[in-house]
């Protein structure tokens, strides 16, 4: 079935610092790529997305790139504020008519220092 | 700006016992989740619901639990008879056009503790 395997947490940077999370998939289909982001005190809410190979997905300074060779989706950022401190969540749906459920993995806590 | 709110944030029960958690999702989405996420596990899928009705669910939910859009407005998740491997954070997602957009909007979660 459908995984998706994140690099284990939690991470902490000094505030400026450039930030990979690493995250990794296997698939049987062809899955569209997600990363949610969770703030203290709130949902999950969609960060950034990649529907197809080579895509790059980028939302608030964040980016991923969708690597099929490689099966990765890893999150990026340059530089880092103390206001990305959350949890961030990378998943995939299998784009297959009607397929509703969102796979992720278990998360990556993210602390920022200044 | 519109959300996904849950209730209660947290509960607390004995096993065996019935619980029903509560979701208000945004109003004009048309597709509705659950998931969960027990402690340090990944989060996972448990139902999805659209047209009054379930499109989609994993083999985590069995009959013990079940979902209901009772009054157009709230969705909710009942767990006939707790066991203390239902402990975990319930999280309750909506979307305009379902998940495959991925754009699905998360409440804060529900905790629930089963003693």
């Known amino acids: 079935g459908d995984s998706v395997t994140q690099m284990e947490g939690p991470v902490t940077l000094s505030e400026e610092a450039f930030l990979t999370i690493n995250c990794t998939y296997t698939?049987?289909?062809?899955?569209?790529l997600f990363w949610y982001v969770q703030y203290p005190g709130e949902g999950l809410q969609l960060l950034l997305k990649?529907?197809?190979?080579?895509d790059k997905g980028s939302n608030k300074g964040f980016e991923a790139t969708y690597r099929k060779e490689t099966t990765s989706f890893h999150l990026e950022k340059g530089s880092v504020q103390v206001s990305d401190s959350a949890v961030y969540f990378c998943?995939?749906?299998?784009?297959?008519?009607?397929?509703?459920?969102?796979?992720f993995g278990t998360g990556t806590r993210l602390t920022i220092i200044p | 700006e519109p959300e996904v709110t849950q209730t209660p944030s947290h509960q607390v029960t004995q096993m065996g016992q019935e619980v029903i958690l509560r979701c208000v999702p945004i109003?004009?989405?048309?597709?509705f989740y659950w998931y969960r996420q027990i402690l340090g596990q990944k989060v996972e899928f448990l139902v999805s619901?659209?047209?009054?009705?379930?499109?989609?669910k994993s083999e985590i939910f069995d009959d013990q639990f079940s979902v209901e859009r009772p009054d157009g407005s709230n969705f909710t998740l009942k767990i006939r008879s707790t066991k203390l491997e239902d402990s975990a954070m319930y999280f309750c997602?909506?979307?305009?056009?379902?998940?495959?957009?991925?754009?699905?909007?998360f409440g804060e979660g529900s905790r629930l503790t089963v003693l």
């Open positions: 698939a049987t289909g062809y899955p569209s």
């Open positions: 998943a995939l749906i299998d784009t297959n008519f009607g397929n509703e459920k969102l796979t």
């Open positions: 619901f659209y047209n009054n009705e379930i499109s989609e």
């Open positions: 997602a909506s979307s305009v056009l379902g998940a495959n957009t991925g754009e699905l909007f």
């Open positions: 990649a529907t197809k190979a080579d």
């Open positions: 109003s004009n989405h048309l597709y």
